[in-house]
């Protein structure tokens, strides 16, 4: 059997380090409580610092803001909160300037309702863009059939002018996008050519695997009942759009795409990212981050069902498919919390094993704003203290029903909301961490931010930060970290993740304790240790053991 690596392509992307950037949280630059790109362009050499090579900036389009940006109102205009046009243009600049790439967000399942198309769509049954959204007449007293929106209640909402409901899988202020429709599908890709010409290098895709619905608008399966998301994912022509979109647009230039793809497993992914096939280059599978979520509860997570997950992608994505790596996005609680352990001492060395694991497994790792301070979660304690529309709806839909206890719910949103992600960036001690010269923030700031902020971790070499540096570093040293074959060597063992990455004749070994507990490594006998490349600690221990939370990259030779 040939090796693996002798087909792998390379590409830029698949070597890239990609930091996302949720602007409404990083840097405020005219204190207004609310982040904008000049405060990003403010940043851009700490970027360059954490040594990240892509930055993929979460929607900066003109939207009211039902869902942070996530309901776009105009597709070619920047949010005027975040800045112009010509702030746009210079963040480009700048981060080309440095040798950064940028990606932006394509959010194209759904619109905003204010969006003129929609404004217009809901006028009347024959306007000219009745067909760019998707009607139908209710069943009986209520809507067409039992889909759900993300955002609890129905994903069906009627609207009197015409007595029909239209579809939104989301918040009712994010009416779904009618795929079907060929003018839909030319308006989309005009506009993603309005990007790429301004010279972006890319897009994250949201929810793209959910654009094309059965047409005949069933209930859902049985099966699907609970988890919609596997009912909504691959619909029947999602595979003809997105070879369309390749055809007309991707394929002409030299850029990356990402789809966030919800409700994809393991086994549909080479459909959607075989690069034979001319789709998309790389997808989020969730199925590693939602192992601590249970609805809005958290759900206890177990190391090997976390290796399960990567082993299962390994084994479901052969060489012309690729992978990416991340535990944390804005829809998620901090990664320290949710997945390291954020009690003192133990909140850096296990933010520096998690890091070190993204940046060595195999796929392009992303990186979440703030997880390269070890930000932790908010200490939320009350309804009231949360933005997100997804709280503030499965208050309603849950607690006030009566369906489940306020404190119930408050106790699973306190480890799950994905608010913990968006408060804002900690930069220094000054008052609001920095972010803002403002006296209040959009969002609360995390009140850590004394000991957890920029200042402090530029300043300390043994720092979390300065750690993504070193891992990117070796990552550029080391090509087996991007296209060597990934080899688990202890796939069931309940505190140790132990993997090789090799290519050619290079070897490179992996050594994470993700727990407090000292622990005894023992390797294959063909497997020897050799040099230490990197490690968490400032005293490594030695090479047959990993103190709580150790982390290490060696050299490793094989008999
Ligand atoms: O997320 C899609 C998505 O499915 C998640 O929002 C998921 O439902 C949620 O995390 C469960 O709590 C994308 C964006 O990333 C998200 O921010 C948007 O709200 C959503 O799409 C709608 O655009
Ligand atoms: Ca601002």
Redesign the pocket.
Known sequence: MPQKEETVRRRWWKEAVVYQIYPRSFQDSNGDGIGDLPGIISRLDYLKGLGVDVVWL?PHYDSPNA??G??IRDYRKVMAEFGTMADFDALLAGLKARGMRLIV?L?V??SSDEHVWFVESRKSKDNPYRDYYIWRPGRGDGPPNDWRS??SGSAWTLDPTTDEYYLH???DK?PDLNWENDKVRAEVYDLMRFWLDKGVDGFRM??IP?ISKEQTFPDYPPEHRERT?YYHAVGPRLHEFLQEMNREVLSKYDVMTVG?A??VTPEQTPDLVDERRGELNMIFN?DAVRLC?EGHRYRPWTLPELKAVYNRLEESTGSHCWNTVFLS????ARLVSSFGDDAEPWRVPSAKLLATMLMTLHGTPFIYQGDELAMTNYPFTSVEQYD???VRNAWKAEVLSGKVTAADFLEGMAR?S?DHARTPMQWSSASNGGFTSAAKAWLAVNPNYPQINAEAALADPGSVYHHYARLADLRRAHPALVYGDFVDLAPAHPRLFAYTRRLGDETLLILLNFSRETIEVELPPNLRVGELLLGNLSTPSETSRLAGWEARVHRCHRD
């Not at 996005?329 to 998620?332: G, I, K, R, V």
Request: charged content about 25%; overall charge negative; hydrophobic content about 35%.
């Open positions: 979460s869902d942070n996530y309901d967000d959010v399942n759904h993300y955002f899988l989301f918040a994010q949201d929810v959910m998301e966030e919800f409700g969730f979520h996005n804005h829809d998620n997100d529309i997804a799950t994905r």
